[in-house]
């Protein structure tokens, strides 16, 4: 049976590879366990349209709409004009900008499209104005929005915690050192990259005047700060579960973005909305295909089979963490982050169950893995849309995003594997 497994993922691969619209690549592969397996459908139908019914799915559109929302309500804007008045004086200060504001928006939609859509077109236009090669601003800002998807609350953690019955609130801490550590790595290499350029830097302000405007941006930047605080604060001091966070986030960003920054009017407001609910359709329907074929796997043993067939090759716990970590990257090259948690998350927590491999350091590891696939050819699907906000070619962007990815961001996949407290400290100290 693990022979036709094999070829459902060679067809689910195939079609992703020749851009079928993703729920019905898993729709192929279905078919195939369907048809050649023999596998029950009608009873795996009923099932998965039952699990969609789970209210923690129910945060994955609400985080998608409150992101929606941030895009258009100038959010984002405050955010950046704040952060900026911390280091824009400084030589390479404006890409530290930009990966901090990143990191921020992250941690208020849960999404690494979020952040490119919302601070591209503000801060790529201002750092080539300041110096910067064109591409390497969008190269910079697409890499740091991926930041969305490690940084809490993700997206892709509810995903995780969900398939594999994991405390999500432990999943999003175990995410956040390594989310952390990538923006310290791309703030410093862009410190250490922007010396070659020939760079524009405003005045060093004198201390009164700096305090003054630190003090205005602050108060300006206030109501969207608060928005992670109230997110997070509401999960982990047990106030709100991730779903309830969720919704608060949305009925927080609307009036907001409505009296506050203004940003937000009924036209752009609709078309928000019209955005989400396109985007989580797809998502819904992805999920319920990716399930029963997950299900059918599980059904079938394939799970028990593929740790048999590894652990034939070698049980040194170090190269299978290398192969694990190979497999995850090269899944993230073809497909979403959605996906390869939904797709390969059950197939390998067997395997790392064995390995004695805690599930919440699983979370990390894939974390890092598939959000590294939004930047990295040919899915790259942040890149990609970076590249479209920056209006450069997609080939000119790739050096320097390939650059920061294994200065920065490499080395921080190979700690969490290998230094389990980088993920998992948080999660202890809060007891999980």
């Not at 459908?41 to 039952?50: A, D, L, N, P, R």
């Not at 175990?174 to 410190?191: E, S, W, Y």
């Not at 997070?232 to 608060?248: C, D, K, Q």
Request: charge should be neutral.
């Amino acid at each position: 049976m693990i022979e036709i497994a094999f070829l459902a993922m060679g067809v689910l691969v195939a079609t992703l590879t020749l851009g079928v619209p993703l729920p019905w690549c898993f729709g192929a592969a279905l078919m195939v366990m369907y048809f050649i397996g023999g596998v029950t459908m009608k009873g795996m139908m009923i099932w998965g349209f039952q699990q969609l019914g789970n209210p923690v799915l129910l945060a994955i559109p609400l985080f998608v709409l409150a992101g929606t929302i941030m895009s258009e309500s100038g959010i984002a804007a405050s955010l950046l004009r704040f952060v900026n008045a911390f280091i824009g004086h400084v030589r390479g200060g404006l890409g530290v900008v930009a990966a901090v504001t990143c990191a921020v928006i992250g941690a208020i939609s849960g999404s690494g499209l979020t952040g490119v859509s919302a601070i591209g077109p503000l801060l790529i236009p201002e750092m080539e104005k300041r110096g910067y090669p064109r591409e390497y601003a969008t190269a910079l800002i697409a890499n740091s929005s991926i930041l969305g998807l490690l940084i809490p609350p993700s997206a892709t953690m509810i995903l995780f915690g969900w398939v594999t019955d994991t405390s999500i609130a432990a999943c999003f801490l175990a995410t956040l050192g390594p989310g952390l550590l990538i923006m310290v790595n791309f703030c410093i290499v862009n410190l250490w990259m922007s010396r070659k350029f020939n760079l524009v830097l405003d005045e060093k302000p004198a201390f009164s005047e700096f305090a003054g405007e630190i003090t205005r941006r602050g108060i300006n930047a206030f109501p969207a700060l608060l928005m992670p605080v109230m997110i997070l604060g509401g999960i982990y001091g047990g106030i709100m579960t991730p779903t309830e966070s969720a919704a608060v986030a949305v009925i927080y960003a609307i009036p907001v973005g409505f009296l506050i920054y203004k940003g937000l009017r009924f036209s752009n407001f609709f078309s928000a909305g019209k955005e989400a609910a396109t985007a989580v359709g797809a998502i819904m329907l992805m999920i319920l295909f990716s399930m029963i074929l997950g299900r059918m796997f599980i059904y079938e043993g394939i799970p028990q089979q593929l740790v048999s067939v590894i652990f034939g090759i070698t049980e040194n716990k170090i190269l299978l963490l290398i192969l694990i970590n190979v497999l995850l990257f090269l899944v993230g090259m073809v497909v979403n982050d959605a996906t390869s948690i939904l797709l390969v998350a059950p197939l390998l927590m067997p395997l790392m169950q064995a390995m004695d491999v805690s599930p919440v350091q699983f979370a990390a590891i894939m974390g890092v893995n598939t959000a590294m696939g939004g930047v990295t050819p040919p899915y790259a699907s942040i890149l990609y849309l970076g590249a479209r906000i920056g209006k450069v070619k997609v080939t000119k962007v790739i050096p320097p995003a390939m650059a920061l990815i294994v200065l920065g961001y490499v080395p921080v996949v190979f700690l969490t594997s290998f230094w389990p407290d980088l993920s998992l400290y948080l999660p202890r100290l809060f007891g999980y």
